[in-house]
């Protein structure tokens, strides 16, 4: 019963998060809407669609067969665009080249935690770099807003 609220609680939330880079990769789509996009603005649309295709196919592989590698995978790849998204929200200088950053600190947790869980399938190596990775991405969002609002000396 409450499986469905926390689900849509979720998606609102990731929502919230992506809805600007997500909505200009739909502008990219029409032909004239691309011209109203910055270069900035185009290149985020390209990230976070980037990794949000990865986490559809993820998800797609995964319930076509059932494999966890291929749910953690979506997850994965669903949650690094949180930090990606966030780099575009700060200002450039400083707080954006913080961010970036942070966005790819994070991918190494994460991509050692996939490496682990393929390499032992399943028998546990891969908790403690799936935590840093998870805590990560949810952590850097709280980041991205204290450096969204932090004014850069021009």
């Given at each position: 019963?409450?499986?469905?609220?926390?689900?849509?609680?979720?998606?609102?939330?990731?929502?919230?998060?992506?809805?600007?880079?997500?909505?200009?990769?739909?502008?990219?789509?029409?032909?004239?809407?691309?011209?109203?996009?910055?270069?900035e603005e185009v290149v985020a649309s390209?990230?976070?669609?980037?990794?949000?295709?990865?986490?559809?196919?993820?998800?797609?592989?995964?319930?076509?067969?059932?494999?966890?590698?291929?749910?953690?995978?979506?997850?994965?790849?669903?949650?690094?665009?949180?930090?990606?998204?966030?780099?575009?929200?700060?200002?450039?200088?400083?707080?954006?080249?913080?961010?970036?950053?942070?966005?790819?600190?994070?991918?190494?947790?994460?991509?050692?935690?996939?490496?682990?869980?393929?390499?032992?399938?399943?028998?546990g190596g891969a908790a403690a770099p799936?935590?840093?990775?998870?805590?990560?991405?949810?952590?850097?969002?709280?980041?991205?807003?204290?450096?969204?609002?932090?004014?850069?000396?021009?």
């Amino acid at each position: 019963m409450i499986l469905p609220v926390l689900v849509a609680y979720a998606a609102f939330a990731l929502l919230t998060w992506l809805a600007r880079p997500l909505f200009n990769l739909t502008l990219r789509l029409d032909r004239f809407g691309r011209h109203v996009l910055s270069r900035e603005e185009v290149v985020a649309s390209n990230l976070v669609g980037a990794t949000v295709a990865v986490a559809l196919a993820g998800l797609a592989v995964g319930l076509a067969t059932g494999s966890g590698l291929a749910f953690a995978t979506a997850l994965g790849a669903g949650l690094v665009a949180i930090p990606i998204a966030g780099t575009f929200q700060c200002p450039p200088g400083w707080p954006r080249a913080v961010m970036g950053a942070t966005a790819a600190a994070l991918v190494a947790p994460g991509g050692l935690a996939l490496a682990l869980a393929l390499a032992v399938l399943g028998r546990g190596g891969a908790a403690a770099p799936a935590t840093v990775f998870f805590l990560g991405t949810i952590l850097s969002q709280w980041l991205a807003n204290i450096l969204a609002g932090v004014r850069v000396k021009g």
